[in-house]
Nanobody
Framework: QVHLVESGGGLVQAGGSLKLSCAAS????????MGWFRQAPGKERELVAA????????FYADSVKGRFTISRDNAKNTVYLQMYSLKPEDTASYYC??????????????????WGQGTQVIVSS
C-alpha cells in the first residue's frame, strides 16, 4: 500500500495563503502521478490539481487556476499544494491521492486508489 499523510491546513483569512504538504511512503513514489482533491460539505469531491511523476505536466481546475500551484519533491517523497489568494469558496477538506498504476497521469478521480486522511482548510471572509 501507498500511505499518504497531508498536513498544512488551517484557518486563514480571505486573500491569504497556505501551503499543503503530502508525505508519501514507498520507494516508488517517483513513479506515481499525484493529485490534490477537495470536498466541501454537501458537495462532490473534485480534483483541484494533478502532477505527473516527473513534475513536468500539471493540471488545475478552472476554479483555482492562477492561484494554486502543485509541485513535488521526489527526493523527499512529498507533494505540495501552494495556495494563494484564498477565497471562502476554497473552504474544504483537502486530500492528496495517487493512481493505482505507476506512470499513469490522469484527471479521472476513479483512477485514484490511494488516499490520505485529509487536512481541513477554512477561509474566512
Amino acid at each position: 500500500q501507498v500511505h499518504l499523510v497531508e498536513s498544512g491546513g488551517g484557518l486563514v483569512q480571505a486573500g491569504g495563503s497556505l501551503k499543503l504538504s503530502c508525505a508519501a511512503s514507498g520507494r516508488t513514489f517517483s513513479s506515481y502521478a499525484m493529485g490534490w482533491f477537495r470536498q466541501a460539505p454537501g458537495k462532490e469531491r473534485e480534483l483541484v490539481a494533478a502532477i505527473n511523476w516527473l513534475g513536468s505536466s500539471t493540471f488545475y481546475a478552472d476554479s483555482v487556476k492562477g492561484r494554486f500551484t502543485i509541485s513535488r519533491d521526489n527526493a523527499k517523497n512529498t507533494v505540495y499544494l501552494q495556495m494563494y489568494s484564498l477565497k471562502p469558496e476554497d473552504t474544504a477538506s483537502y486530500y492528496c491521492a495517487a493512481p493505482v498504476q505507476i506512470y499513469f497521469y490522469t484527471q479521472d478521480p476513479s483512477s485514484y486508489g490511494y488516499w490520505g486522511q485529509g487536512t481541513q482548510v477554512i477561509v474566512s471572509s
